[in-house]
Every structure is written in C-alpha cells, then in structure tokens.
Nanobody
Framework: QVQLVESGGGLVQAGGSLRLSCAAS????????MGWYRQAPGKQRELVAA???????NYADSVKGRFTVSRDNAKNKVYLQMNSLKPEDTAVYYC??????????????WGQGTQVTVSS
C-alpha cells in the first residue's frame, strides 16, 4: 500500500505565499519523478511543476519565476513553494509520484488534493 498525503493549502490574498508539502509512505522501493498538478473548476488538470530523482525540474509557463518545487529523498517528500500568488492560481493542487513498490511494480500514485484559494 502506498499513500500520498498533501498539506499546506488554504486561503491567501493575492501577492501572498503558501508552501505545499506531500509525503509518500508505504511499500516504496524507489521514487522517480514527483510533481504537482492543479485543477480549477471547469478546467482540466494541468502540470504545475515536476522534479526528477536527480533534481531536474520542469514548470508550467504560468508559474515560472513564482513557484519552486523541491524534494527530500530521505523523507519521500516533495514541496511546492508558491510566491506572488494570483487569483488564477486558485485550484485543487494534487501531488503525484512515479514510483516502484517493494513488489517491483512501477505505478503513478496521486494524493487526495489540497485546496488553494487566492483572493483578489
């Protein structure tokens, strides 16, 4: 069994900051890439940021220069530091992890999501 649990969402004013955390736990052998996605009402889920096991990162154009993704491999955690938040960043944020279980099965797991609301 593998679980991803996000935390850190909430309500913030435009221009403010939030830090999201995601912890992976369970029968994990290795975690490859980890990432953050978001889904706003009426829109498709989109990639926000991703980070590989070698710390290579990738960002959506809309968040470049404002968001920073990082990870702690020893703790199986991934973080998303969000600065200069805008109302259009309002969405449910999901973390995911491309990992290999102790049973040598590779699969992508998702967290349950955390709401981020940015007021204008």
């Amino acid at each position: 069994q593998v679980q991803l649990v996000e935390s850190g969402g909430g309500l913030v004013q435009a221009g403010g900051s939030l830090r999201l955390s995601c912890a992976a736990s369970g029968s994990i052998s290795r975690i490859n890439a980890m990432g953050w996605y978001r889904q706003a009402p009426g829109k498709q889920r989109e990639l926000v940021a991703a980070i590989t096991s070698g710390d290579s990162t990738n960002y959506a154009d809309s968040v470049k220069g404002r968001f920073t993704v990082s990870r702690d491999n020893a703790k199986n955690k991934v973080y998303l530091q969000m600065n200069s938040l805008k109302p259009e960043d309002t969405a449910v944020y999901y973390c995911n992890a491309d990992l290999v279980t102790m049973g040598y099965i590779r699969y992508t797991y998702w967290g349950q999501g955390t709401q981020v609301t940015v007021s204008s």
